[in-house]
């Protein structure tokens, strides 16, 4: 089992930079696929980023491409989120999640929340206009 803690979420403003990082305990670690999503109130969790158990292919929702980059340390057991650029409509709760395998293989299932088995308890992230 792998228990995901986030960390590093925090108020900045538009235009700066946040860096989520997500803790997993757990001896498994590099055996799974990781992801993020972000949660606003009144809405789904959405997909975020996610990347691979080696973290040689990673995946990113349209709406963060070029600005987000997700990473993972697989001897410390940790995996990032760097957030640049950030915006407004970035406010949200950002979630850590451990995927139910290594690889997905495709994109429409590193989005998808059911292929994720462990969940962090989330991080707020506020981005100020």
């Known amino acids: 089992q792998v228990q995901p803690v986030e960390s590093g979420g925090g108020l900045v403003q538009a235009g700066g930079s946040l860096r989520l990082s997500c803790a997993a305990s757990?001896?498994?670690?590099?055996?799974?696929?990781m992801g993020w999503f972000r949660q606003t109130p009144g809405k789904e969790r959405e997909f975020v980023a996610a990347i691979n158990k080696s973290g040689g292919s990673t995946y990113y929702t349209d709406s963060v491409k070029g600005r987000f980059t997700i990473s993972r340390d697989n001897v410390k057991n940790t995996t990032y989120l760097q957030m640049n650029s950030l915006k407004p409509e970035d406010t949200a709760v950002y979630y850590c999640a451990v995927a139910s395998s290594g690889y997905l293989i495709r994109y429409s299932a590193y989005a998808d929340r059911q292929n994720y088995n462990y969940w962090g308890q989330g991080t707020q992230v506020t981005v100020s206009s």
């Open positions: 757990g001896h498994t670690f590099s055996s799974y696929a």
